[in-house]
């Protein structure tokens, strides 16, 4: 099959390890200039959880600050251990949860109000175990507690989103979109992997994963490539085929780009973001955690996307969070939230058993 003039079945199984190599060795080349998406140094959040927590359209400062508070202690962890900093993070998150009641329900519809104050409840209950883990400096403990409580606020955080926040274009409403979230599970010849599939920022890319993670498509497909700190990629079908062939229409089903930006109340599409002149700004979902997972596609056409995608090694040596050639160029719509472990295991020829949507597939909904 055959795009441009670029064999898109080649493409897909090495173009993106290639687009790595290129974006390591670009500074020794007499070429055009890339421009390289950049976030100021340390600003980077590399954990798929906390990203998906702020990927939510929200807007609760008090639930922000909560959650600021929280994540601040992983920081402080990694700064020599902190144990007073990250005291003071407890205290303030004490703070919120006790002075701020009103304004962090203030955002919550009344369907989901009796949940939310339970859910407030539950961390409250949970912060003295945090508390009594630090003043142990238990490190190992602090970063279990405050895993926990970051769930809880994450499912608060999810009870504020009163309904979908935009409306997808027209164009594609022939396509399956995801008007929320949805969790999946792989069952992998080496263990299970747990992903959160985000079709806030990415309807139309995450409707597609999982309608076709819905038809079993996935079931029994290998890796085709992994490359060590880079990539792990799936979904190249048995036969010619190189994407997912609709049973209605014959045809090969195409993705179109899709990323929203930071600031931005719907997603960009057909275009990446360097492409656009927005290369300076950074996406909602970025390549910066380990377990990231975006649309693969060839390399002259952003909306040629269909069933492979790809699984992003990070490797922060490597390809650093802010400074690399992916971000605004692929679709990433959602990131591994457990069994990292066994996603790092994972080579060509490995291969995903099966793959179950196992929450949010009402969130799924099909073109008419």
Known sequence: MQLRGINVQHWLKTGLTLLLMVSLSVGLMAAKPVQISRLP??????DGKALLRSALPIDNQPVRDLQASLEDISTQLRAQ???GAIAGDIAKANRILTDKIDALLASVPNANKAKAQTLIEQIK???PTLQAANDAKDRQQVIEARSHILDLVGELEELMVPS???????????????????TVEFVTNK??????????SAPVTAG????????GFYNGLPFTRAEESYVLQVGDPPGPEV?????KTKQYRAIPLEVMVKGDKEPTYEITLEDAGRFREQPVLPFSAFGAMALARPSDDPNGGSSQFFFFLFEPELTPAGANLLDGRYAIFGYVTEGKDVLDQLKAGDKIESAKVVQGLENLQQPV
């Open 41 to 46: 140094a340390g600003n980077a959040i590399t």
């Open 81 to 83: 251990r902190r144990w």
């Open 125 to 127: 209950t949970e912060l």
């Open 164 to 182: 979908f926040p935009y409306e997808v274009p027209e164009a594609y409403s022939h396509l399956p979109q995801l008007k929320g979230r949805a």
């Open 191 to 200: 263990g299970k992997i747990t992903a959160v599939v985000d079709g806030y």
């Open 208 to 215: 597609n994963f999982v309608d076709l993670v819905q038809r």
């Open 243 to 247: 994407g997912f062939i609709d049973p």
